[in-house]
């Protein structure tokens, strides 16, 4: 039977006899370094490859909040992205990002629309409202002081989109009731559940200034 202080250090911690220590280091050395390498040269190519298709552009003419905009847009930005990114309308905002919360509402010619779901090239001779627009000389619309006197605002991250469902709402129905207005708002979703304090300010807004929103 061998006596097992003849075993060497290397086979007893695992390394090939026929491989020396620093045979062993400098092979796990450039395996270490070629792994961290390898995720550089992904990015690197990955950009090379973000900056070739944002060379190409389409130019589109619209209008937001009233203002002529001409624009060259990427044919993949969505209008949200176009509206937050490159036109600094943060009041819209990304919720679910695939059309299922209504954060990102604004109106396109007077519809309400999700905002993540419409592509931006698509917009060209459109008229677009965002929740920047709805105030006049410093002034709250009638539907966002009602949402501030009803205290329809909780977390604040739906109010834009509910806000401006409501204004489409009574640009249509004036004076609409409260299950006219629960129906004509089920598309936005309130998480922290505030939707009775929404519903109640949507219906006052609606007897403001004549029903105008």
């Keep these: 039977m061998s006596d097992p202080s003849d075993t060497t250090n290397e086979e007893q911690e695992g390394i090939a006899p026929e491989l020396t220590r620093r045979e062993f280091l400098q092979t796990t050395g450039t395996t270490v370094a070629a792994t961290a390498v390898a995720p550089a040269l992904v990015g690197a190519a990955n950009a090379n ?7 190409a552009g389409t130019t589109i003419n619209l209008t937001v909040n009233g203002a002529a905009q001409t624009v060259e847009v ?3 930005w969505t209008l ?3 509206l937050r990114d490159h036109l600094q309308l943060t009041g819209t905002k990304i919720g679910c990002n695939r059309s299922e919360c209504g954060a990102c509402t604004v109106l396109v010619d007077g519809e ?3 905002s993540c779901s419409q592509l931006a090239v698509w917009m060209d001779g459109r008229s677009i409202t965002t929740i920047e627009g709805l105030s006049s000389g410093g002034q709250l619309s009638p539907v966002q002081q009602a949402f501030v006197d009803h205290n329809g605002a909780q977390c604040g991250f739906c109010t834009s989109g509910q806000i401006m469902t409501a204004t489409a709402l009574l640009a249509s129905n004036p004076s609409p009731t409260a299950g006219q207005v629960k129906g004509a708002m089920v598309g936005n979703i309130c998480r922290c559940a505030n939707y009775n304090a929404i519903v109640e300010a ?3 807004a609606g007897q403001r200034n004549g029903g105008a929103a």
């Design 112 to 114: 309400p629309v999700y």
């Design 74 to 76: 990427q044919d993949h």
């Design 80 to 82: 949200v992205e176009l």
């Design 202 to 204: 949507v219906v006052d």
């Design 49 to 55: 490859a973000q900056q070739v298709t944002g060379e």
